[in-house]
C-alpha cells in the first residue's frame, strides 16, 4: 500500500522537517516557553487588577481578551508547543503547517511592530512589568521571525490560504466594537469610537489592515524568493514506494 507521508500535498508542510536542524526543536520548545510565560504572567496581572477593582475573574478574562497582543501570544504559546512537542492528533497538525504558523509569525511581528510604532510612548512601565512588556512586544515577535527565516522552508501559497490570514484581524476589530458598542471600553486609543468618533476610527482600521496586508505580502515575497525545498528520504521507504514490512 502506498505510503501517505504528513507531508503530501503542496501544501501540507508540517513542523518540523522530518530531518530538522540541531536548533529547529529546542528554538520552537523555547519561544513556546516564553509564550506561555508571557501569558500567563499577563493574565496574572490583568485579572488581578480587576479583582481588586471588585469586579469577577470572568471580567478579568474578558478584559484580558480585549487585546491582541494577548490573543495573539496564546497563538504563539499553542503552535510553538505543537511544534516543539511534534504532537500528531488532529488539532495539533493544523498548528504545525507551514502556513498556519506562517500566518500566527505574521501576527505577532505585526503587533510588535505596531506597538513600537504606535503605542510605545503612551506609557513607560518599570520592573516586572518592563521586562514582560518587552518581551511580549520585542523579544518574542523578533524570535518567531528569526525561526521562521530560520526553519520554514518554502511552502505552495493558494490565494485562499494568504486571504484567510486576514479573518484573525478582521474578526478582532468586529468584536472589538461590538464590545465597545455594549461597555464603552476600547482597547487601543486608535479605535476609540468614544473618543475619536466612527469616521475616523474606520480610517484607522483601515490603515491597520493596509499595514496588515504589506506585511503579509513581504513574507509571501520571501517565501516565493526561497530554494525549493529537497524532500527528506524516508528510511521506511522502499524503492517501489511501498512503506517497509517492519511498521506491517
Known amino acids: 500500500m502506498p505510503n501517505r507521508s504528513a507531508h503530501s500535498g503542496p501544501n ?3 513542523l518540523p522537517l522530518p530531518a530538522p536542524s540541531f ?12 509564550a506561555w510565560l508571557a501569558f500567563v504572567a499577563q493574565s496574572d496581572i490583568t485579572i488581578g487588577r480587576m479583582l481588586v477593582r471588585g469586579l469577577s ?11 491582541l497582543t494577548n490573543l ?10 505543537c511544534v516543539a512537542m511534534r504532537v500528531r492528533f488532529a488539532p495539533a497538525r493544523f498548528f504545525r503547517k507551514s502556513t498556519v504558523l506562517t500566518a500566527v509569525v505574521v501576527y505577532v511581528v505585526f503587533v510588535g511592530v505596531a506597538y513600537n510604532t504606535l503605542l510605545r510612548h503612551l506609557w513607560t ?7 514582560l512588556n518587552e518581551l511580549m512586544h520585542t523579544v518574542i515577535p523578533l524570535l518567531c521571525a528569526l525561526y521562521w527565516l530560520l526553519f520554514v522552508p ?3 501559497l493558494l490565494l485562499r490560504d494568504s486571504l484567510f490570514w486576514l479573518v484573525y484581524p478582521l474578526c ?11 461597555t464603552d471600553f476600547y482597547p487601543y486609543p486608535f479605535i476609540d469610537v468614544g473618543a475619536l468618533g466612527y469616521e475616523r476610527v474606520l480610517i484607522n482600521s483601515l490603515s491597520l489592515l493596509f499595514g496588515f496586508f504589506l506585511l503579509m505580502a513581504v513574507f509571501i515575497a520571501i517565501n516565493h524568493r526561497r530554494p525549493r525545498p529537497t524532500p ?3 528510511p521506511f521507504q522502499q524503492p517501489d514506494g511501498n512503506v517497509s514490512s517492519t511498521l506491517r
Not at 536548533?23 to 516564553?34: G, R, T
Not at 495573539?72 to 508547543?81: D, G, P, R
Not at 478582532?172 to 455594549?182: C, H, K, N, Q, V
Request: aromatic fraction near 12%; glycine fraction near 4%; charged fraction near 15%.
Open 172 to 182: 478582532y476589530l468586529l468584536i472589538t466594537f461590538w464590545r465597545g458598542s455594549e
Open 232 to 234: 527528506a528520504a524516508d
Open 154 to 156: 518554502r511552502f505552495h
Open 125 to 131: 512601565p518599570s520592573g516586572y512589568r518592563a521586562l
Open 12 to 14: 501540507q508542510t508540517e
Open 72 to 81: 495573539t501570544m496564546l497563538a504563539v504559546a499553542i503552535s510553538f508547543s
Open 57 to 67: 475573574v470572568i471580567d478579568g478574562i474578558e478584559r484580558l481578551s480585549s487585546y
Open 23 to 34: 536548533a529547529s526543536v529546542p528554538m520552537a520548545a523555547l519561544i513556546a516557553v516564553l
